[in-house]
């Protein structure tokens, strides 16, 4: 089986712009939950998404926002980014809620300049 | 709110020795699971090692480890036998059961593998 994709997995913004990432997870898992690493704040969970239903969200501004498609695929996209949202983005993907491994993917790394 | 802490930001250990890696825990709930996460450089997040907070036998995954006390919510990983292919960040982290997929995380241990 196919791993979790990230697309893209290296993206420059410029500040004040809009930015999409995607993650497409295992075939056959349908929960998906984003993450964002920097080096001052570790990994904080974003959102997580089932069954198109965002089930949890994490301590981020409304600018932060996603989706999950019919095929389980999922979006996240930030709005009016600033330079603090320059970060690694982790999407995890797992067979359903409660599951105990989530697969990661190899992560979109956006650079806000 | 939970809150997951690693108190040693890096570590290192002689190829073929034994470390190990400290994890502490806030939380009310007592239905809970314990993971130990790895991130190699530039490589994809993998799980090491899980432990439900119900079960007093401690987790084993061939040389990974951990010690769980629950009462003193501790949670710690001990490698033995460590490789070159070790090296990497190791995350702890805490989810809720009945809580959907929501991992809270430490903020990591670097660990080196000299030769």
């Known amino acids: 089986k196919a791993g979790v994709t990230q697309t893209p997995r290296y993206l420059i913004k410029t500040r004040g712009q809009q930015v999409t990432l995607s993650c497409s997870p295992i075939s056959g898992h349908r929960s998906v939950s984003w993450y964002q690493q920097t080096p001052g704040q570790g990994l904080q969970f974003l959102f997580e998404y089932f069954s198109e239903t965002q089930k949890n969200k994490g301590n981020f501004p409304g600018r932060f926002s996603g989706r999950q498609f019919s095929n389980s695929r999922s979006e996240m996209n930030v709005s009016t980014l600033e330079l603090g949202d320059s970060a690694l983005y982790l999407c995890?993907?797992?067979?359903?809620?409660?599951?105990?491994?989530?697969?990661f993917g190899p992560g979109t790394r956006l650079t806000v300049t | 709110a939970q809150t997951v802490t690693q108190s040693q930001p890096e570590m290192s250990v002689q190829e073929a020795e034994t470390v190990t890696l400290s994890c502490t825990y806030d939380?009310?709930?007592?239905?809970?699971?314990l993971f130990w996460y790895k991130q190699p450089p530039s490589r994809q997040m993998i799980l090491v090692i899980r432990q439900e907070a119900y079960k007093q036998q401690n987790a084993t995954e061939n040389r990974f480890s951990v010690n769980f006390q629950k009462a003193a919510k501790s949670f710690s990983l001990k490698i033995s036998d460590s490789q070159l292919g070790d090296a990497a960040m190791y995350f702890c982290a805490y989810r809720r059961n009945n809580a959907g997929n929501m991992l809270t995380f430490g903020g990591g241990t670097r660990l080196m593998v000299k030769p």
């Open positions: 995890a993907s797992s067979p359903r809620q409660g599951f105990d491994e989530q697969y």
């Open positions: 939380t009310s709930e007592s239905d809970y699971y």
